[in-house]
């Protein structure tokens, strides 16, 4: 059963930085693709950042580029989102997404974890 485990979110003041994590189990990882999402309150499921099987390629929103860096440990079944200089506006819940997974290319979420940008 595909799995996905994000931790690192809590609050953090305005410049900040954080480390999310998303261990993943039930499928082979190192060829998945990887995303972090975010949605804020009330907002639609926003697209953060992408990253390669190999982790040789990423892709970054307008929005985070330049102080989010996406990452992954394929022998610990893991991708990060490090986030620097957050901003109020970065508050949302994270969610690490594996793309296209399995026979029918299924989409497979984690269940959230909570970053707080505020004084």
């Known amino acids: 059963q595909v799995q996905l485990v994000e931790s690192g979110g809590g609050l953090v003041q305005p410049g900040g930085s954080l480390r999310l994590s998303c261990v993943a189990s039930?499928?082979?990882?190192?060829?998945?693709?990887m995303n972090w999402f975010r949605q804020a309150p009330g907002k639609e499921r926003e697209w953060v950042a992408d990253?390669?099987?190999?982790?040789?390629?990423?892709l970054y929103a307008e929005s985070v580029k330049g102080r989010f860096t996406i990452s992954r440990d394929n022998a610990k079944n893991t991708v990060y989102l490090q986030m620097n200089s957050l901003k109020p506006d970065d508050t949302a819940v994270y969610y690490c997404?594996?793309?296209?997974?399995?026979?029918?290319?299924?989409?497979?979420w984690g269940k959230g974890t909570l970053v707080t940008v505020s004084p």
């Open positions: 997404n594996a793309e296209r997974i399995g026979e029918y290319g299924r989409d497979y």
């Open positions: 039930g499928f082979t990882f190192s060829s998945a693709r």
């Open positions: 990253i390669n099987s190999t982790g040789a390629r990423t």
